[in-house]
C-alpha cells in the first residue's frame, strides 16, 4: 500500500464494462471499510493516462471491438505493465484476463498482441461456454472453492510462467481442455468467471486486499456474500 489508503483502479469502463464488473470495485471498498481501512477508487476512461500509483488494478469484460481498443491504448500507454513489474495487485477478468495475456483472438480469431503480464494465450474456442462454473483453489492462495458465471468463447492456455488459478469442478473454465478456470502469477490474478466474480467470492476480495496492504487482515462476520456464495455453489452441485 503505497500511503494510508488502497487506492483502486477501475480501468477503462467505458469499454470493459459489460457484465456489471463494478461490482468488484464495491466490494473491494466496503471490505475495506469493514476493516477500518480508508479506499479510493478511480474510474479511468480510456483516453485517460494509467496512474502510476494503483494498489489495486480492475479490468472487466467486453465484446470484440472495445476488447481490441483497450489491448492498443493499454500498450501505448505502458503504465498497466509497469504496474505489474512493481508487483501492484491485477485482477482482470474475461477480456480484461485476455488482454493482460501475450496474445488473444480478435474479431476473425485472428492473434492480436496483448500486454504480456500473465503467461497465458487466448485464441477462439471452438464452442461457447455459458452457464454457472465451479472450481477449487490452488491451495497456496487459501481461498475456499469459487462460484462464478462464464459466458466466453476463449481458449486459453497457461504458460510455465503463472499457474492455474482453480481446478474446474463444474462448467468449462479456460476452454483449452485442461480442466482449468483462470491463472495467476505473483500478484496478478485473471479469471473468466462474473458475477461479479468478487461479490460471489469475498475470500477472493479478501486476497486481493491482503496482497495491496501486505499483510493478513482481520476476518469479517459471515454477510449477504458468503450466503450468496453457498447458494450459488448449492445451486449448481446438489443433485437434482
Not at 48 to 62: K, Q
Not at 73 to 80: C, E, N, P, S, V
Not at 233 to 240: E, F, G, I, K
Request: proline share 7%; with cysteine; aromatic share 6%.
Amino acid at each position: 500500500m503505497s500511503s494510508d489508503r488502497i487506492k483502486i483502479v477501475w480501468i477503462y469502463p467505458d469499454l470493459l464494462s459489460t457484465y456489471g464488473d463494478q461490482g468488484n470495485t464495491i466490494v473491494l471498498e466496503r471490505r475495506a471499510a469493514l476493516r477500518d481501512i480508508p479506499t479510493e477508487t478511480v474510474h479511468l476512461r480510456s483516453d485517460e493516462p494509467v496512474p502510476d500509483d494503483g494498489d489495486i488494478y480492475l479490468l472487466g469484460g467486453g465484446e470484440d471491438r472495445p476488447q481490441i481498443l483497450a489491448a492498443q491504448r493499454l500498450r501505448a500507454d505502458g503504465g498497466l505493465t509497469g504496474a505489474a513489474r512493481r508487483n501492484a495487485v491485477i485482477f482482470a477478468v474475461c477480456a480484461g484476463y485476455q488482454i493482460i495475456g501475450h496474445e488473444f483472438g480478435g474479431e476473425e480469431g485472428q492473434p492480436l498482441p496483448g500486454l504480456g503480464i500473465l503467461d497465458i494465450r487466448s485464441g477462439r474456442g471452438a464452442q461457447r461456454a455459458v452457464g454457472e462454473v465451479v472450481g477449487d483453489v490452488a491451495a497456496e492462495l487459501n481461498v475456499p472453492r469459487i462460484t462464478g458465471f462464464e459466458n466466453h468463447q476463449g481458449a486459453t492456455t497457461i504458460g510455465p510462467d503463472a499457474r492455474p488459478l482453480a481446478k474446474v469442478v463444474s462448467g468449462v473454465g479456460n476452454g483449452d481442455g485442461q480442466g482449468f478456470e483462470g491463472a495467476y502469477a505473483g500478484h496478478t490474478l485473471g479469471t473468466y468467471m462474473h458475477g461479479p466474480a468478487l461479490v460471489r467470492n469475498p475470500a477472493l476480495a479478501d486476497l486481493l486486499l491482503t496482497w495491496a496492504v501486505g499483510m493478513e487482515l482481520p476476518p469479517l462476520q459471515p454477510s449477504w456474500s458468503e450466503r450468496l456464495r453457498e447458494e450459488r455453489l448449492n445451486a449448481v452441485l446438489t443433485p437434482r
